[in-house]
T-cell receptor, first 118, second 113 residues
Framework: DAGVIQSPRHEVTEMGQEVTLRCKPI?????LFWYRQTMMRGLELLIY????????DSGMPEDRFSAKMPNASFSTLKIQPSEPRDSAVYFC????????????????FGAGSRLTVL | DQQVKQNSPSLSVQEGRISILNCDYT??????FLWYKKYPAEGPTFLIS?????DKNEDGRFTVFLNKSAKHLSLHIVPSQPGDSAVYFC????????????FGKGTKLSVKP
């Protein structure tokens, strides 16, 4: 398995532009998570999906952020319009909630998308 | 209001010695605890975990200890190797949010040859 695949790996954009980050989870995993890593706040959960349905989006900073999961093998995180304070590394992770106990809690992360908003 | 805290941003250890990374949590509903390791430009990778019904879990050079009464866990690496140099994140799950991991801010471990 190729693992969780994220694109782009690096994105540099100007303030006000739309940014779309993409994620392909591990085949067979039915839970998908978007995390953001910054120096100040560490790794914080933005949103997670179970069986393609958003379960908890309370971590999404504001209406400029939106996430979709149109099918089991693809998710997007969109920022529109982007601002310099959105600069961070965005990680996607997946797991199988069908696993019991600890297994469901072991998330597999992608390599991340480093976003710089000028 | 952090539910999972790693109070040491960095730790430096000599090769061959023990590394001890600490983590505190506030939510008594957490029932699983995990440690992740992260190298630069890579995503976090799962290292070791422990269920709240246990107080110790060992995997090779890595041992995690859980003290529920103190809401404290620690990761011991013995012996430490230069390849262990990375950022280590403590994470917790439970309280009805299965799979939703709450992470600490991480501790950067440097193992010097």
């Amino acid at each position: 398995d190729a693992g969780v695949i994220q694109s782009p790996r690096h994105e540099v954009t100007e303030m006000g532009q739309e940014v779309t980050l993409r994620c392909k989870p591990i085949s067979g995993h039915n839970s998908l998570f978007w995390y953001r890593q910054t120096m100040m706040r560490g790794l914080e959960l933005l949103i997670y999906f179970n069986n393609n349905v958003p379960i908890d989006d309370s971590g999404m900073p504001e209406d400029r952020f939106s996430a979709k999961m149109p099918n089991a093998s693809f998710s997007t995180l969109k920022i529109q319009p982007s601002e310099p304070r959105d600069s961070a590394v965005y990680f996607c992770a997946s797991t199988s909630s069908r696993d019991r106990g600890l297994g469901a809690n072991v998330l597999t992360f992608g390599a991340g998308s480093r976003l710089t908003v000028l | 209001d952090q539910q999972v805290k790693q109070n040491s941003p960095s730790l430096s250890v000599q090769e061959g010695r023990i590394s001890i990374l600490n983590c505190d949590y506030t939510n008594s509903m957490f029932d699983y605890f995990l440690w992740y390791k992260k190298y630069p430009a890579e995503g976090p990778t799962f290292l070791i975990s422990i269920s709240s019904i246990k107080d110790k879990n060992e995997d090779g050079r890595f041992t995690v200890f859980l003290n529920k009464s103190a809401k404290h866990l620690s990761l011991h690496i013995v012996p430490s190797q230069p390849g262990d140099s990375a950022v280590y994140f403590c994470a917790a799950s439970g309280g009805g949010s299965q799979g939703n991991l709450i992470f600490g801010k991480g501790t950067k471990l440097s193992v010097k040859p």
